[in-house]
């Protein structure tokens, strides 16, 4: 069994920071990659950042570029989301997914994190 687990949300003000993890557990094979999406009220889940090829190659959506920074702990499982110069509009639930492929099952599948709320005030 492969669970993803976040930490890091709050409430924050414009301009401030936070910093997100995620964390991959379980019988772990291989993770070809891990991604942060987020979902505001209303809309719908967008991707924000995804890293790949054990963290050296990353992306990002335009509205985060020169602002989040993505990145890939091997050693530990774990992505970071390091989010400065928060704005409102970046208050959503964020959500981390990986795509794992687990020990017992040769096949890789995607797994979602429970989702951790971001809450940017004005």
């Known amino acids: 069994q492969v669970q993803l687990v976040e930490s890091g949300g709050g409430l924050v003000q414009t301009g401030g920071s936070l910093r997100l993890s995620c964390a991959a557990s379980g019988s772990i094979f291989s993770i070809n990659g891990m991604a942060w999406y987020r979902q505001a009220p209303g809309k719908q889940r967008e991707v924000v950042a995804a ?55 040769r096949a890789r599948y995607r797994y979602w994190g429970q989702g951790t709320q971001v809450t940017v005030s004005s």
């Open 51 to 105: 890293v790949t090829d054990g963290g050296s190659t990353t992306v990002y959506a335009d509205s985060v570029k020169g602002r989040f920074t993505i990145s890939m702990d091997n050693a530990e499982n774990t992505t970071r989301l390091q989010m400065n110069s928060l704005k409102p509009e970046d208050t959503a639930v964020y959500y981390c997914a990986g795509d794992i492929t687990p020990t017992m099952i």
